[in-house]
């Protein structure tokens, strides 16, 4: 017999692009954006802007391209 999962998150929306996304926190599985690694200051940045909030992949993607950017132009 199967085990019974919890429902899974609704499907949100990006607050950074409005795209809809699916987050995958209370997944079984770890989210896909556990794939991405995030500078400490980033994740601050985040945290702080949206405490508790959730991005669809391509913005975390391309927060963490303009920050790798910009930490290696300083």
Known sequence: MAEA?????????CPRCG???RCGVADAQPCACT???L?????AELARRDPGGCLCLDCLRALRDDDL??????
Do not use: I, M, Q, Y
């Open 69 to 74: 950017k910009a930490s290696t132009a300083a």
């Open 35 to 37: 794939t991405l690694t």
């Open 19 to 21: 795209a809809g996304f």
């Open 39 to 43: 500078s400490p200051a980033l994740l």
């Open 5 to 13: 999962r919890s429902p899974l998150p609704a499907n949100a929306e």
